[in-house]
């Protein structure tokens, strides 16, 4: 198990350092220097720019010396705990990462706080009785939301409750402080996107372990079938859908990044991608390593989590 | 003891010189329909005249398709679904529409009348008539929605198949590429690939097989390893044929039925990447009509109750085809589950 853990770490790190390499590399290119300088000094200023002082800008920014060494500087800044600097927002990665990531979490944490629950329900109540009423409708229901983007159901949603009834606002800049009313929308429009998913792994399970020797015996010996939905059932028809929901944060980081943009969130998405759209090197870089290492780490916690709860299966 | 002949196979030419209806009908809607939205600015004005046997065509495939799935109700409900919003597509230059790109009255509410139009669905800020925007926004989802799938699934199916059946270092080099990439969640990976390629239809194309391929691979790995056991296997292996007729012709078939229902389900992930892309500004380029842009142009402008309509017929024409995508998967592994 340990090795386990320590093999996905080394492979952590390893994917870390090729995929930074390779976005030094591919924002070196001219092109992206060039829209940095048109970002920093205007259009116009840059049109007019001469060869050498174009040249002597690069060098104040630091950009003329060749991108491997500069790779080397960043992995030895990053390794003393300095994520570098952002050009765009001009303030340290670090503090400005850690701002917006906390944002993201408290939107997370609503996120998962609702969707658990909801989607386990749901799966439950479908999988318990295969092929009923009750079975049937709650699967329609999961493959519609499932089918409406996030990008959809923003609207859906905004249009609805914020433009039409006006219980809500319709951004969510959080400029007056931290509004709790501002975040119902980002959250619903996540959770209806991704309920459906898991409710219906959930309810795959479940028909799974409903169709079991041991369910039926429990139920010809004469027990009470909610006994033996609560105490035989549910412990290993839980299993898949808790790992699945640790996956779901992988999941998260990618959603997020339209919700926050559509809602106008200060969240890690829209840092990404206004990051990527300055070109700012830096902020792309922490924000991907972030990325990165919340994929991996989700995956050991599902594996770990599977091994756990489900003392048949033994990593070598 | 005597030598027996090995009895030979059929040779490749013999299995590819029958082709299906099904084939020939699909090729007939989508090298047209392709050929028109990729190049028919190139073409000039006449370009229209591509679709005409993509029209007869796709009304050929939808009835076929409905007798193929009419176990499942779902299964018909998704194709429907899916051959209206590719009916559209083919025979959009046909229709009694609009100019989707000339301004004709800013602002028209939906059902009203503006000098002599009448707008079913309105128009928008710049005042281009919604419902040809509409309809015509669909050609370049459908297009490069499964053109980047289908892409995704040629690379992803010929990784798996190479590191399932071939294994050994091959299978160790692609596995650990895959992991490499599948560790990134989808939407940075996109970002950072269109954003360094440039937002076009085929760096779409691009950033979907990059982002789709290791998911495609893992599975055909998988399922290429169950069956490269199989005895039709060895049989082929024993009469000496190349590991690339192998692969092709006795793998690939094979592994057809659980690739069809995941094609289906990643067409719908590929059309809300692609319009989640285009809204961001990543994807698709304007002026031509896409239900991306068209979220994108009026989520700036059109934040109020009485304009929410800008908003609402891309978001729910692009949900409907999305829905028709997963219906069609769900009822294709509910019928492959029953038999």
């Not at chain 1, 619903?188 to 409903?210: K, N, P, Q």
């Not at chain 1, 091994?307 to 299966?313: A, C, V």
């Not at chain 2, 699909?26 to 090298?31: A, E, I, T």
């Not at chain 2, 669905?121 to 509409?134: A, I, P, Y």
Request: hydrophobic fraction near 55%; charged fraction near 15%; glycine fraction near 8%.
């Amino acid at each position: 198990m340990l090795k386990l853990i320590l093999r996905r770490l080394v492979q952590m790190v390893l994917i870390m350092a090729v995929s930074s390499l390779l976005l030094f590399a591919i924002f070196d290119t001219p092109e992206f220097k060039k829209r940095l300088a048109v970002q920093e000094l205007g259009g116009f200023a840059v049109s007019a720019l001469t060869e050498e002082s174009y040249k002597s800008w690069l060098a104040a920014r630091g950009l003329d010396v060749p991108f491997y060494q500069r790779y080397a500087n960043w992995v030895g800044n990053i390794l003393s705990g300095d994520l570098g600097f952002s050009y765009e927002k001009n303030r340290p990665v670090g503090p400005l990462l850690a701002d917006r990531l906390a944002n993201t979490g408290i939107l997370a944490f609503f996120v998962f706080a609702l969707m658990i629950p909801l989607s386990l329900i749901l799966g439950i109540l479908a999988g318990m009785k295969e092929g009923s009423l009750q079975d049937r409708s709650i699967s329609f229901i999961s493959v519609l939301t499932t089918s409406i983007p996030e990008i959809a159901s923003a609207i859906l949603l905004t249009v609805i409750f914020a433009l039409g009834l006006g219980w809500l606002p319709v951004k969510s800049a959080m400029i007056g402080g931290f509004s709790f009313r501002e975040l119902i929308l980002p959250v619903l429009t996540l959770v209806i996107y991704d309920f459906g998913y898991v409710a219906r792994m959930t309810r795959a399970s479940m028909a799974e372990v409903m169709t079991s020797q041991y369910i039926r015996t429990a139920i010809l010996k004469g027990l009470p079938y909610r006994r033996v939905v609560m105490r035989h059932a549910l412990r290993n028809a839980l299993i898949a859908p808790f790992t699945l929901i640790v996956l779901q944060l992988n999941w998260l980081l990618s959603g997020v990044v339209v919700v926050e943009v559509f809602f106008e969130y200060d969240g890690f998405g829209k840092l990404l991608l206004e990051a990527a759209l300055f070109p700012d090197v830096e902020v792309v870089q922490a924000c991907t390593l972030v990325a990165v290492a919340v994929a991996v780490l989700s995956q050991i916690i599902s594996d770990i989590g599977y091994t756990f709860l489900n003392p048949r299966i033994r990593f070598a | 003891m005597a030598v027996t002949e090995i009895p030979s196979g059929p040779s490749a030419l013999d299995r590819l010189s029958r082709p299906k209806p099904v084939i020939v009908l699909f090729l007939l809607m989508w090298v047209p329909l392709t050929a028109y939205v990729m190049f028919g600015q190139r073409i000039g004005p006449n370009a229209q005249t591509l679709l005409l046997p993509a029209i007869p065509a796709t009304l050929a495939l939808y009835v076929l398709g409905v007798r193929a799935f009419r176990e499942s109700r779902v299964a018909v409900i998704g194709l429907t679904l899916v051959f209206f919003w590719l009916l559209m597509a083919v025979s959009a230059p046909y229709l009694p529409l609009m100019d989707p790109n000339k301004p004709v009255a800013p602002f028209a509410t939906p059902f009203s009348e503006r000098g002599g139009l009448f707008f079913w669905l309105g128009t928008d800020f710049k005042g281009r008539d919604m419902l040809s925007r509409m309809i015509w926004g669909c050609q370049r989802v459908l297009v490069w929605g499964v053109t980047a799938t289908m892409v995704a699934y040629v690379v992803g199916a010929m990784f798996g198949l190479i590191s399932g059946y071939l294994a050994g270092w091959w299978d160790e080099i692609i596995s650990f590429v895959a992991n490499v990439l599948l560790s990134f969640p989808v939407m940075v990976l996109f970002i950072v690939i269109l954003n360094y390629l440039g937002p076009s239809g085929f760096n779409i194309v691009v950033a979907v097989t990059f982002a789709s391929a290791p998911a495609i691979m893992r599975i055909v790995r998988g399922l290429a390893l169950d069956i490269k056991t199989r005895d039709y296997v060895y049989a082929a292996q024993t009469r000496g044929e190349h590991p690339l007729y192998i692969m092709i012709f006795e793998l690939l078939p094979n592994v057809r039925g659980p690739i069809i229902v995941d094609a289906c389900l990643r067409l719908g992930y590929t059309t809300v990447a692609i319009t989640t892309l285009t809204f961001l500004g990543l994807g698709l380029q304007p002026p031509d009509p896409d239900w991306g842009l068209m979220i994108r142009e009026s989520a700036k402008t059109a934040m109020l109750w009485k304009f929410s309509y800008m908003l609402l017929v891309p978001a729910l024409a692009v949900s409907s085809l999305i829905l028709g995508f997963n219906l069609m998967a769900d009822g294709l592994r509910e019928m492959s589950l029953r038999d």
